[in-house]
């Protein structure tokens, strides 16, 4: 049974912290590195309900995504909502690490597992790394469809292929128009449209679009954007991850008992349809849209 820096070293070859943006947190929050490891969970959130899943689950290290602490604290106590994470964890013997944008720009990274989740061909990064020589890691994909498809059809693809949120899919721009192109970010995506036009693709699927990025997007170009629930852009990595970990348990015969966390952690709990909906391609500002006044 290998050890927790045993593991922690193999899960740094995959997505080193030098690898992670300046202001990024990442790598090993709790755990003792000597301590055994024979059950891993994988998670996007390090929040409450997927600890409790993790000391159900009886795991000795949880890998999440997202950072528990971005910024520094002064306080762990259990009457803050990250402090309780900490107590619930180091009571439990339950490490925690995290791989956050080393993983996201990592070849293969969240936006390959995004894009594999939906059966798209990856071309290349969106934003490629400068100091990858061979052109593979980097922020978002740029994908290929075989076979081309709507925006409806795509955003219903999404919609049925990535976890169920409350949100479902968003669409702006035609939903009848072609793609053969698409580029995909999971995570939070608007601070990618320059690169996005750039590229010149037919679609952007990402998540937490605002308002005016998002209408300025789809004015300039005919580009058509499809914005899922963060979580579940990110979540289809923790399947990636756990494979990844799998074959490395394999080749060292620590025969790990590696997890894939089942707790929906979209913070977002329902969505009320508006009482009409708009006819296909209406952009809301027509004066038959509904609610207009007329
Ligand atoms: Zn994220």
């Given amino acids: ?6 593991v922690i070293a193999a899960l740094e070859t995959l997505w080193p912290a030098e690898r992670a943006e300046s202001w990024d947190a990442v790598g090993t929050v709790a755990g003792d590195p000597g301590q055994d490891v024979r059950r891993v969970l994988f998670a996007v959130d390090p929040v409450r309900d997927v600890v409790d899943e993790a000391v159900k689950l009886g795991v000795d290290l ?26 619930t964890l180091i009571k439990n013997d339950i490490a925690l690490h995290v791989a956050h944008t080393n993983a996201d720009t990592a070849d293969p990274g969240v936006s390959d597992a995004l894009a594999g989740a939906l059966d798209l061909r990856v ?24 076979h081309p498809v709507t925006v409806r059809e ?42 996005v036009r750039a590229a010149g693709v037919d679609a952007f ?17 005919p580009l058509a ?21 799998d074959e490395i348990s394999d080749r060292h015969g620590w025969d790990l008992r ?5 707790t929906v952690t979209d913070p977002w709990t329902a969505h009320a349809a508006s009482a009409t909906a708009l006819p296909p391609g209406a952009t809301g500002a027509s004066s038959h849209a509904p609610g207009a006044p007329n």
Avoid: N
């Fill in 1 to 6: 049974m290998p050890r927790l820096s045993e």
């Fill in 123 to 146: 071309v290349r990064p969106l934003v490629p790394d400068p100091t990858d020589p061979a052109g593979r890691r980097g922020l978002g994909r740029v994908c290929e469809l075989d």
């Fill in 62 to 87: 949880l890998v999440t995504h997202h950072p528990l602490y971005l910024r520094g604290t002064t306080t762990v106590s259990a009457g803050t909502f990250k402090g309780r994470v900490v107590h």
């Fill in 205 to 221: 699927l990402t998540a937490d679009l605002r308002h005016h990025p998002a209408s300025e997007a789809v004015a300039q170009t």
């Fill in 258 to 262: 590696v997890h894939v966390s089942t």
């Fill in 154 to 195: 795509l955003a219903a693809r999404a919609a049925e292929r990535l976890p169920a949120t409350a949100q479902g899919i968003r669409v702006a721009g035609d939903p009848e128009a072609a793609v053969r192109t698409v580029a995909v970010s999971g995570g939070s995506g608007d601070s990618l449209f320059d690169q």
């Fill in 225 to 245: 954007l499809l914005d899922a629930a963060h979580w579940a852009t990110e979540w289809p990595w923790c399947e990636l991850a756990a494979a990844q970990l």
